[in-house]
């Protein structure tokens, strides 16, 4: 079966500073893969290059079977691929002057051009998703940091998109918010969406991921699924990341 | 269209004699209304003298909304009484018509930049946060060396653009001082090409000085924000 | 020593405030044509062309350095000087308003260009970054996203500059233009400087009410745009659910 979305040998310097070294990325249907890393390792860069937020200078992205170069993309290009992807942001980035209805429809209407009737119901089933419907005619400044970022996630998906980005989507967050995104993070998870997720929340990583990515300086160093990566660890450097993160008694040899 | 080039030349070192005047003002300028703005700046930000405060605002506001120029002519004309009236009163002897211009130029600029500086400082020191005045009470620093220590350098960095700019403000606002018959740039410029009808090319002239002259004044002020940011890094 | 006459101080003000129209034209006009073409600018300065940004930051920086009274007698001598050979027309007898005009232009496409440019920067790339992630297309972004917001954030700036437009104009009468300065000055003229302290006290409180009056206006329509405004004047959540759902 032939990867939904495959990057293949990506490269990207900022200025004098190769950030990533030759990365390759394979996305299957119903995935849910998560990067690990520490900070610096090309994470967010690899992420922010698939939806072409920064242009890679090598590389080849292939999305249901059309390649295109992620160096020389074409405007044409890169609009299919963020019609086919959708990104959710460490800071939310919500519209400030929208509410958080009008931020989940805004790409449904302008974006896709659906009326208006059908993108408000799509945007309401997705508030009603998050756990948010009742907070619909509400702007940002008035929602806490993790409704923000349930909304961005709401925004997310409800376009149907065939891959959704996290890029450390918990972050900006107070511990006690975490676990609500989480939890809409496990929900999505559980019914087949696709997904990348860089992120340092390790029970995320063990308890639903298929999939485990670790970088460490501009390229993969280990991949395989949880139990692989987390309790039977090959790599030095894997290890030592792990071993920073997790508390030695989790660890079971 | 063609311009009399030797004229241009001759004008332009003429006009360059008015410099010294044009930043003579503005240095004296500069020395009363910082000070004064600042303390004025301080009165309104601190909300402990409400109604000193509402009238320094009156105060601020005429000045920030009446042009110069409406200024100059004002005071021009009110202080020769003022100062004449007051001498009698308590008997003093002076010579009211044999004062410079140059004190009515130094008392009209201060009066109005000390206005605007008081409004801009008062902006900058807003950017410090609240809580930095409440920390250096409790740990007992007296309101003197609340400011000198904690907050001024703190907004410092806000301060500096808009010094800057207003810096630019005032000596674009010296071109004014030929109405109080004031041999500065502008004066200087009109004189000589009201002798020879070549108006384009004085004006010309004085465009390149005080264009000169404003952009040194922000490559000064750029340094200055780079020193103190250098000071900062190591922190 | 004359005492100030209180009667002859309002007699000015009335006598002078029919010219105010005149002097809100020319600070209209520039602050229009400041805006649509300080757009341009603005976008010049922002965008990657390095041949416009140049131009741009030149223009605004060299416009920022000159004093009004300078630049008002050169577009006045210089602008009919440049006509003359290229369309053979004489201007320099037109209406003193169109000098000034161009002039207060001339400053306000500078002025409004940076408050542009600033007011941009400050929404942040973020809110552009999540718009095209979410379909939008650049300009969409723009247009729906970026622009209300940087909106509100210009207006108190803008607020400035039409009251520095005011107050620069006011060297109009230099050239002898007759707004409520260049009146002022003829009815000093008339009355052989007899009254000069009622007539340009007049003038002062006319210029300060009219200033009073637009800070007034800015900071009522920066209320009125801002977000706060939407916050506290729909009445009931369930009203704005219904306006979204027809």
């Known amino acids: ?253 | 269209m063609s311009l009399d080039y030797e004229f241009m030349k001759n004008t332009f070192f003429l006009c360059l004699k008015g410099v010294p005047v044009a930043l003579n003002i503005t240095a004296v300028t500069l020395l009363i209304s910082v000070p004064l703005g600042f303390v004025i700046a301080i009165i309104r930000s601190n909300k402990k003298h409400p109604y000193l405060s509402k009238l320094l605002g009156i105060y601020i506001s005429y000045n920030r909304g009446t042009p110069m120029i409406v200024q100059i002519y004002i005071i021009y004309n009110l202080m020769p009484y003022l100062i004449f009236y007051f001498c009698k009163r308590l008997n003093i002897d002076f010579d009211v018509y044999g004062m410079s211009n140059m004190v009515y130029a130094y008392i009209t600029f201060s009066l109005c930049f000390t206005a605007f500086l008081a409004e801009a400082f008062r902006s900058g020191l807003g950017t410090v946060h609240k809580g930095q005045y409440e920390a250096a009470a409790v740990v007992g620093l007296s309101d003197y060396q609340c400011y000198r220590r904690i907050i001024i350098p703190q907004a410092i960095t806000a301060l500096l653009p808009i010094l800057c700019t207003n810096v630019t403000g005032l000596i674009k606002m010296t071109s004014l001082a030929f109405s109080m018959a004031i041999f500065d740039i502008t004066a200087i410029a009109k004189v000589e090409a009201s002798a020879d009808l070549c108006f384009i090319e004085a004006y010309l002239d004085i465009t390149v000085i005080y264009v000169v002259l404003c952009l040194l004044v922000e490559l000064i002020f750029k340094l200055i924000e780079y020193r103190v940011k250098a000071h900062r890094a190591v922190i | 020593m004359k005492p100030f006459s209180l009667e002859l101080f309002f007699k000015y003000i009335i006598k002078i405030v029919p010219f105010l129209g005149v002097t809100m034209i020319y600070v209209l006009a520039s602050l229009l044509i400041g805006i649509v073409f300080g757009f341009f600018f603005a976008a010049a300065k922002i965008g990657n062309n390095r041949f416009f940004k140049l131009f741009a930051y030149c223009y605004t920086a060299i416009l920022r350095s000159i004093p009004s009274v300078v630049l008002i007698f050169l577009v006045y001598y210089g602008v009919p000087a440049i006509v003359k050979p290229i369309l053979g027309v004489d201007i320099s007898r037109a209406n003193r308003l169109i000098f000034i005009i161009i002039t207060l232009s001339l400053y306000s496409i500078a002025f409004i260009s940076e408050i542009m440019r600033s007011s941009y920067h400050a929404i942040g790339r973020g809110q552009y970054e999540a718009a095209v992630s979410n379909g939008l297309s650049g300009f969409q972004a723009f247009y729906r996203i970026i622009l209300p917001q940087a909106f509100v954030v210009a207006i108190p700036n803008l607020g400035n500059t039409i009251i520095s437009l005011l107050k620069e104009g006011s060297l109009g009468f230099t050239i002898g233009l007759i707004d409520i300065m260049g009146r002022a000055t003829l009815l000093n003229a008339a009355t052989y400087s007899n009254h000069i302290l009622e007539i340009y006290f007049g003038l002062a409180a006319i210029y300060w009410g009219t200033s009073a009056l637009l800070e007034r206006l800015f900071v009522y329509l920066e209320n009125r745009f801002s977000l706060n405004y939407k916050l506290e004047h729909t009445a009931d959540k369930q009203a704005i659910q219904m306006e979204e759902m027809v």
Do not use: W
């Not at chain 1, 032939?2 to 490269?11: C, I, S, T």
């Not at chain 1, 890169?78 to 086919?84: A, F, M, S, W």
């Not at chain 1, 419907?133 to 940091?145: N, T, W």
């Open chain 1, 1 to 253: 079966m032939d990867a939904m979305l495959e990057v293949k040998q990506v490269h990207k310097a900022f200025g004098k500073h190769e950030i990533l070294k030759g990365v390759d990325l394979n996305v299957d249907k119903g995935d849910v893969i998560v990067i690990l890393g520490p900070s610096g390792s090309g994470k967010t860069t690899l992420l922010r290059c698939i939806n072409f937020l920064e242009r890679a200078d090598k590389g080849t992205l292939s999305l249901d079977n059309m390649e295109i170069s992620m160096k020389h993309a074409k405007k044409k290009e890169i609009t299919y691929v963020r019609k086919k992807t959708s990104f959710v942001f460490q800071s939310y980035y919500l519209f400030h002057n929208k509410t958080a209805l009008q931020n989940v429809t805004e790409g449904l209407i302008i974006g896709r051009r659906l009326p208006k009737r059908q993108a408000n119901e799509i945007g309401m089933n997705a508030l009603e998703k998050v756990g948010l419907k009742d907070r619909h005619a509400y702007y940002p400044s008035q929602l806490s940091g993790g409704q923000q970022q349930r909304v961005g996630i709401a925004r997310a998906f409800a376009a149907n998109p065939d891959v959704i980005l996290f890029d450390e989507p918990t972050s900006a967050l107070d511990p006690e918010l975490v676990g609500e995104v989480l939890a809409v993070m496990k929900k999505l998870a559980r019914e087949g969406t696709t997904m990348i997720v860089v992120t340092h929340e390790m029970s995320f990583a063990q308890s639903v991921a298929n999939k485990v990515l670790f970088m460490d300086g501009g390229v993969i160093v280990e991949s395989g699924v949880p139990d692989e990566i987390f309790v039977r660890p090959k790599e030095e450097r894997t290890k030592q990341f792990l071993r920073r993160i997790i508390p030695d008694s989790d660890y079971v040899i």
